[in-house]
């Protein structure tokens, strides 16, 4: 079934202005009252979806896997975990979305499978040298008897990235032990995704998020990392710094140049949005393009600190980037593996106020956007989780855990898992704590000031206002005419924007304010952001039509509180 276009975009482009709501699928809604969420209760709660105003679903792995990493060890790429239900359970939750207009889009892990895909038990069954051991990464160690691994890299969860077999030889795994790393340089390797890929597409699928995408090839010889990393220091915290040798080979992009015409050969516009973590914004520029893929996480968003002088240079920078490889940004406040961002803003009140604002400023901005599950609901991080209950394998190597941002959805009800799944049903696989009865969905429901309602309306107005959404111009839009003035970059600081483009407004320190052009005969509307400890005044922006808090009025004009945001309209004159 067809899937509409958001107004004015041709159906192959959706994704270029598309909001994506992420699903973490053990998390989002339990059908079968097992404590775990799954596919069947995806199924339920998409009109959910739909009145929220969405336009796609990201749904994470829900693949045969024994779970050591919450799925993203996969021991079986064409099959529906029995925890998440079945294939049918996917058909029916796929041809029901479609027809509430949403399109889906599914985790592809191709870094790594599961120790328990059948690739590895036959590769632990045969010996060094052999063609099943050459589709992982399994080497000879060194010193004396090879004792010591390969080299000296490390795992992102932390400690060595080799773990030795009973046989002597020792295999990469850059994640969990359980998560062997393949061997993309072997022909046997890249055609089993491609086939994979058409598995997906073929039942449905409008695109893949590809996890770990920068990952796949590592540098010939498998060469140490070396004395680059500071004293006291994981390399995983030069990632996105610094070139390490299995992160952004050069090789990494023959596998995406192999994998668009896939996309391609498929009707209405499947995609791909990349994972990947680069050292430049022009080495990340390269994952993007008519050639290889369709978009990349735009992490810098995510990371900037609360304050307009953050905002404003990550902003300049996407949109600059998005000029230069010719797609719109990506923008992306929470996600899966990171803390909430209510929680990195302050926490309680105050990080729900700075939220608030953050989103109405990243709605207002050009490109696609990416929520996280519960961010409409304002959740905060649960930081308390008792040790024993947590499951992320991060934990147990380095004491870091993403259990608290995976915590399941309050839905309804007075006490947990607060309709999470159905009556009667076993407790969810982590616990809610109390004050979350206040932020369900049945709650925040019809309440005019909820975090929910908000995001309602704001979605809405992005949907409907002729200057929401669209490119930044120069980024693949026709429309979006105007040239490097309309992309917000530092030539159109000062300048007009193209329709679908950006304007910066002169405005008082803390503040930010940018304006989006709209079509001949359309009113303008302009984003502005108090960042600032005192309240402003908005006067000369127009009309308020949507603000993250109430807005005061005196004798100077509006006035915007501080960690508040607001979108304005001036009514066309002439």
Same mark, same amino acid.
């Given at each position: 079934?067809?899937?509409?276009?958001?107004?004015?975009?041709?159906?192959?482009?959706?994704?270029?202005?598309?909001?994506?709501?992420?699903?973490?699928?053990?998390?989002?809604?339990?059908?079968?009252?097992?404590?775990?969420?799954?596919?069947?209760?995806?199924?339920?709660?998409?009109?959910?979806?739909?009145?929220?105003?969405?336009?796609?679903?990201?749904?994470?792995?829900?693949?045969?896997?024994?779970?050591?990493?919450?799925?993203?060890?996969?021991?079986?790429?064409?099959?529906?975990?029995?925890?998440?239900?079945?294939?049918?359970?996917?058909?029916?939750?796929?041809?029901?979305?479609?027809?509430?207009?949403?399109?889906?889009?599914?985790?592809?892990?191709?870094?790594?499978?599961?120790?328990?895909?059948?690739?590895?038990?036959?590769?632990?069954?045969?010996?060094?040298?052999?063609?099943?051991?050459?589709?992982?990464?399994?080497?000879?160690?060194?010193?004396?008897?090879?004792?010591?691994?390969?080299?000296?890299?490390?795992?992102?969860?932390?400690?060595?990235?080799?773990?030795?077999?009973?046989?002597?030889?020792?295999?990469?795994?850059?994640?969990?032990?359980?998560?062997?790393?393949?061997?993309?340089?072997?022909?046997?390797?890249?055609?089993?995704?491609?086939?994979?890929?058409?598995?997906?597409?073929?039942?449905?699928?409008?695109?893949?998020?590809?996890?770990?995408?920068?990952?796949?090839?590592?540098?010939?010889?498998?060469?140490?990392?070396?004395?680059?990393?500071?004293?006291?220091?994981?390399?995983?915290?030069?990632?996105?710094?610094?070139?390490?040798?299995?992160?952004?080979?050069?090789?990494?992009?023959?596998?995406?140049?192999?994998?668009?015409?896939?996309?391609?050969?498929?009707?209405?516009?499947?995609?791909?949005?990349?994972?990947?973590?680069?050292?430049?914004?022009?080495?990340?520029?390269?994952?993007?393009?008519?050639?290889?893929?369709?978009?990349?996480?735009?992490?810098?968003?995510?990371?900037?600190?609360?304050?307009?002088?953050?905002?404003?240079?990550?902003?300049?920078?996407?949109?600059?980037?998005?000029?230069?490889?010719?797609?719109?940004?990506?923008?992306?406040?929470?996600?899966?593996?990171?803390?909430?961002?209510?929680?990195?803003?302050?926490?309680?009140?105050?990080?729900?106020?700075?939220?608030?604002?953050?989103?109405?400023?990243?709605?207002?901005?050009?490109?696609?956007?990416?929520?996280?599950?519960?961010?409409?609901?304002?959740?905060?991080?649960?930081?308390?989780?008792?040790?024993?209950?947590?499951?992320?394998?991060?934990?147990?190597?380095?004491?870091?855990?993403?259990?608290?941002?995976?915590?399941?959805?309050?839905?309804?009800?007075?006490?947990?898992?607060?309709?999470?799944?159905?009556?009667?049903?076993?407790?969810? /696989?982590?616990?809610?704590? #109390?004050?979350?009865? !206040?932020? &369900?969905?049945? $709650?925040?429901? @019809?309440? =005019?000031?909820? +975090?929910?309602?908000?995001?309602?309306?704001?979605?809405?107005?992005?949907?409907?206002?002729?200057?929401?959404?669209?490119?930044?111009?120069?980024?693949?839009?026709?429309?979006?005419?105007?040239?490097?003035?309309?992309?917000?970059?530092?030539?159109?600081?000062?300048?007009?924007?193209?329709?679908?483009?950006?304007? /910066?407004?002169?405005?008082? #320190?803390?503040?930010? !304010?940018? &304006?989006?052009? $709209?079509?001949? @005969?359309? =009113?303008?509307? +302009?984003?502005?952001?108090?960042?600032?400890?005192?309240?402003?005044?908005?006067?000369?922006?127009?009309?308020?039509?949507?603000?993250?808090?109430?807005?005061?009025?005196?004798?100077?004009?509006?006035?915007?509180?501080?960690?508040?945001?607001?979108?304005?309209?001036?009514?066309?004159?002439?």
């Amino acid at each position: 079934m067809s899937v509409s276009p958001a107004p004015g975009r041709p159906a192959e482009d959706w994704w270029k202005s598309a909001v994506v709501y992420q699903v973490y699928v053990r998390s989002f809604a339990d059908a079968d009252g097992d404590g775990v969420g799954d596919l069947a209760g995806v199924r339920s709660r998409l009109p959910y979806l739909r009145d929220l105003g969405v336009d796609a679903l990201w749904l994470t792995p829900f693949y045969r896997s024994p779970m050591v990493d919450g799925g993203y060890d996969v021991a079986d790429y064409r099959d529906v975990d029995p925890v998440f239900g079945t294939l049918a359970d996917f058909d029916h939750m796929i041809t029901d979305a479609h027809a509430l207009g949403l399109r889906i889009i599914v985790d592809i892990v191709p870094n790594h499978t599961s120790d328990a895909h059948p690739w590895f038990t036959a590769a632990l069954a045969s010996p060094p040298g052999s063609a099943e051991r050459d589709r992982y990464l399994f080497r000879d160690g060194r010193g004396p008897g090879g004792d010591l691994p390969p080299n000296d890299w490390e795992s992102i969860f932390g400690g060595p990235a080799w773990t030795r077999v009973p046989d002597g030889q020792w295999y990469l795994h850059l994640f969990d032990p359980a998560q062997p790393d393949l061997n993309w340089r072997h022909p046997e390797v890249r055609a089993e995704f491609e086939d994979v890929l058409r598995f997906w597409l073929d039942r449905g699928v409008d695109g893949f998020r590809i996890d770990v995408a920068h990952g796949m090839i590592k540098a010939e010889g498998l060469p140490d990392v070396g004395d680059g990393v500071p004293a006291g220091q994981r390399q995983v915290e030069l990632l996105g710094r610094a070139r390490l040798p299995y992160f952004d080979q050069d090789e990494v992009h023959d596998i995406y140049r192999a994998w668009r015409p896939i996309l391609d050969s498929y009707p209405g516009g499947r995609m791909a949005v990349a994972e990947a973590w680069a050292e430049t914004p022009q080495r990340l520029a390269r994952y993007i393009g008519p050639d290889e893929l369709h978009q990349a996480f735009n992490f810098d968003f995510l990371d900037a600190t609360w304050s307009a002088d953050s905002f404003r240079k990550v902003i300049d920078t996407a949109l600059a980037e998005a000029t230069i490889v010719g797609a719109p940004t990506t923008w992306v406040l929470s996600n899966h593996d990171k803390q909430r961002h209510v929680t990195r803003y302050g926490d309680g009140a105050l990080g729900l106020r700075r939220a608030r604002a953050a989103a109405l400023m990243m709605l207002a901005l050009p490109g696609s956007v990416y929520l996280y599950q519960g961010e409409e609901l304002g959740l905060p991080e649960v930081l308390d989780l008792p040790d024993e209950l947590r499951q992320d394998p991060a934990f147990r190597r380095t004491g870091e855990s993403r259990d608290g941002c995976r915590v399941p959805l309050p839905w309804s009800g007075d006490v947990p898992p607060y309709g999470f799944g159905p009556a009667g049903a076993a407790p969810a /696989w982590l616990p809610a704590p #109390p004050t979350w009865r !206040a932020r &369900s969905v049945t $709650a925040q429901t @019809g309440v =005019p000031d909820s +975090t929910l309602e908000l995001y309602r309306a704001a979605l809405r107005l992005r949907r409907d206002h002729p200057a929401l959404p669209g490119d930044p111009a120069g980024a693949g839009d026709p429309a979006g005419a105007g040239g490097p003035a309309g992309a917000g970059g530092p030539a159109g600081a000062g300048g007009p924007a193209g329709a679908g483009g950006v304007r /910066w407004r002169e405005s008082e #320190p803390g503040v930010l !304010a940018f &304006s989006r052009a $709209a079509p001949a @005969g359309a =009113p303008e509307l +302009t984003c502005v952001v108090n960042f600032g400890d005192e309240p402003v005044t908005v006067r000369d922006y127009g009309t308020p039509i949507l603000t993250s808090e109430l807005l005061a009025g005196d004798a100077d004009g509006t006035t915007l509180p501080t960690d508040t945001a607001g979108w304005f309209v001036r009514p066309v004159t002439g």
